[in-house]
């Protein structure tokens, strides 16, 4: 689905969309209510090992919009209006963004999240990722360190400000000539420890590259990060708060979100591991009991319901023990935590000595 | 089969008058007369109940039970006389029965037979007296019968009449026979009668006079019947029939219809007689899911004499009306009721939901689902309906089919591609030169609402089977993948 945008890729695009209109015109011809069947894909069940049938890039059923339920009907009725604005978009090579396709209707969308969720079924439906229908999005993360790229032929270079941080760019399908001398990629969960990293100057003294999605990753973020790991080859490693959230952000860089299932294959990143923060790092790093900050009740559930995603079990199952431990503990932290005894301790002693015990593991 | 009270005991032997009529297949009469007797002390009220159906047999009367207490042992010393004749005796048998006696040792006590010269005839009489006002009784049995006339009975005539002793020679007479109308047959079903019942119960609005400054035709009401019936034992069949009316007034506030009331009465009758609410009717009722129907239920409440159905923002102008009937049908033969029939929930929902979906299968935009009416808001029609149900739905009338269409047709006419539009219009059964958007938008816009409403209908008869696969974790799949923008939390899914 990814790769650059070419005439003949937009050519295609149009193409399934005329398929689309056509099949539509023909079922309400025949006096069908039904209008059109979106697969439905999954990254995960909580099922067992054994009971587990996810299938990765394979559609797990389909949902049919018909006339006869008033929710199909609001979800065609924005559907239909994205796909008319896409339409427009690619006749006319431009691009958009989510949020401009939302003020084009806004007392119909309602809501931004009305307008992503038709993007994504419209995705599905064609085929194809987001960028194909040159929809994107506002680009939320950072990146610095020892890397230089070139955007739609405008170059970026981070190495002569290793600890500046730069914009991960937009239309990720126009990243070029990717050069790097680092030796890792280091993902940071915070724009916070991203600062930190920046003011210890961590890539002047560290030869890696440092991301931050700021929290949940937008897709140009994931996309820009995949693209890296499989063209430098680079290791990746993750850096999380020790919490339910943490750890869901996590996942998501290394297997995908729900929501954009369907695109799993193009944004996730199955080689990132994870740095920490780990439940235990509280005893090797000897954290005060005042950093540590009981579980909700909200947390421990959101907990329990992480640990029974089928993935963890099958690929990750010590990141399992690592979180049983943390419910176990009943209490969680976050990075900064780590900054109690001395505020570069992340970047002088915690990091460089995960990251050089995992280079040595991977050797 | 127990009765605790005069007016129970009194339904019974009407219900069993009717039913021996109804099994003889002829025109009858089912007569009631009050006489007051004068030489009595106290006063007494003579009862007679009679009709011209088949002969009555001994075990219609031999096995009802009366209780030993309350207000009717005071009232009614328990005889009843029976006078029965079948078509080919050549007598009227007589006799008497003590129904405070217990069943068991209860015996009749023959009396006098009737000779009847040769003459055929059928039918029984059933004569009580009892200590009550004879006004009383009059507007009790005047009630009844105005009940009773919602299930139409064809082959029967029904009177009430009263000597007003107080004034000698007076007389007053209620002749509940009414015209049929020509639709009306023996032949039709008793469905058919049902809903034409119904239909004239609604015109009269329960009394006596129709009302011709709300209703001046049959025109204004709509209806609908449904009927189930299952296997009881290897005569007998429980049969549940209901009937559903609408009416739509002009002026709601200048009706007979209280004002602010849009309330639906459900009469209920087993064995063709009125019957109070069972919790087994109720159940049912709040059992069904009305929202196919474009309806919203707030409660079901029991009256005793009928249900209350009571709708959220039901408009005043728009009515709803509904009937259910229960009753034993023997197959092979005539036989008198010697239990009292059953209700049972799940074949009363089957019939109401039956005559609904009947309902709406002849009256095409009524009656909706909470969805179509919604989806279909640009047809005339259903924005007619709208305007009287809008309000039901707590949302505001949403035009989806134009913007639906108007997409659509967006989609054709504004791809570059004339190989297309041409393909597409030809589809639509338009003509290359018909290509204005607001021809293609209408052309559209109409095959949008013929097929909601075609496959609204066609639902009803199947289960909805859920389109998605993974329903339960549909609404967990659509939170913005970028949960950051939207303020929503990611780790809800």
Known sequence: ?363 | MEFASLQDLCLLLISSAIRRCICSERLCRLSVLLQRSPASDPPLVRISISDTGLGSCIEEFQNLKCPVEGILAETWNGIVYVRTTNICDKEISCYQLNLKENVTTRKPILLPSNIKHGVKFSGTEVCLSVSESIDVLLEEFNCFFQKILVLKVPNIAMEVMADGQDVPGSRNDAVFLEKFSPSSSFAASTLDHLKFGLESYVLRHGSSLACDSCFPNRDNLRSGGGMVCEDKHKTTKLVVEAAVVTTEISNPTNNCFRAGCSNTKVLCFKDFAPCSISEALLKALTGIDWKRYGLALECAIDQRSHALLKWEHMPLSFHIHIVVHCYDKHVFEAMPLLQKTRFDKKLIRKAVKLALDDFKNKHAGVLLSADTLKVSACSRRNQEQLLKLASIFHLQISKFAPDLAKSIAGLVLYSSDMDFKEECLAILGLQPHQSEGEIVGENIKNKIISAIEVNDRRQQGTKEVAPLLFEGRHELQFVDDECDEDGLDPMDL
């Open chain 1, 1 to 363: 689905m990814a790769g650059n945008l070419g005439r003949s890729e937009r050519i295609d695009i149009m193409r399934k969309i005329r398929e689309l209109t056509r099949s539509m015109i023909v079922e309400l011809s025949n006096g069908s209510s039904k209008m059109i069947a979106i697969d439905r894909f999954k990254n995960y069940c909580i099922n067992s090992i054994e009971n587990c049938c996810c299938r990765f890039n394979l559609s797990e059923g389909k949902e049919i919009l018909t006339l006869q339920r008033e929710s199909h009907v609001r979800r065609l009725d924005v559907l239909l209006r994205v796909l008319l604005i896409i339409q427009q978009l690619l006749r006319e090579n431009r691009h958009s963004s989510k949020r401009d396709i939302y003020y084009m209707h806004p007392s119909v969308f309602t809501d931004q999240s009305v307008v992503d969720r038709a993007i994504n079924d419209i995705c599905i439906l064609l085929q194809c990722s987001r960028h194909n229908l040159n929809v994107v999005s506002v680009g939320n993360g950072l990146v610095m360190g020892w890397l230089r790229f070139a955007e739609a032929g405008r170059r970026s270079d981070c190495i002569k400000k290793p600890n500046s941080a730069h914009s991960i760019p937009v239309q990720v399908e126009e990243v070029t000539d990717i050069a790097s001398p680092a030796n890792y990629i280091l993902v940071v969960e915070k724009e916070s420890v991203f600062q930190r990293l920046a003011n210890d100057h961590f890539c002047s003294r560290n030869r890696c590259i440092v991301i931050s999605g700021r929290g949940y990753p937008d897709v140009p973020t994931r996309r820009f990060l995949r693209l890296l790991v499989d063209v430098l080859a680079l290791p990746a490693f993750c850096l999380v708060d020790c919490d339910p959230y943490g750890f869901d952000i996590l996942t998501t860089y290394r297997f995908g979100s729900m929501q954009m299932a369907y695109d799993a294959k193009y944004l996730r990143i199955p080689q990132l591991h994870w740095l920490g923060a780990f439940a235990s790092d509280s005893d090797t790093y000897n954290l005060p009991q005042q950093c540590l900050i009981p579980l909700t009740l909200e947390d421990k559930r959101r907990t329990e319901a992480l640990l029974l995603r089928c993935y963890l079990r099958r690929e990750v199952p010590h990141w399992r023990l690592e979180l049983e431990s943390m419910l176990q503990r009943g209490v969680k932290f976050e990075i900064e935590a780590l900054s109690v005894h001395n505020i570069s301790f992340l970047s002088e002693e915690y990091l460089p000595s995960k990251i050089e015990s995992e280079l040595t593991k991977g050797k």
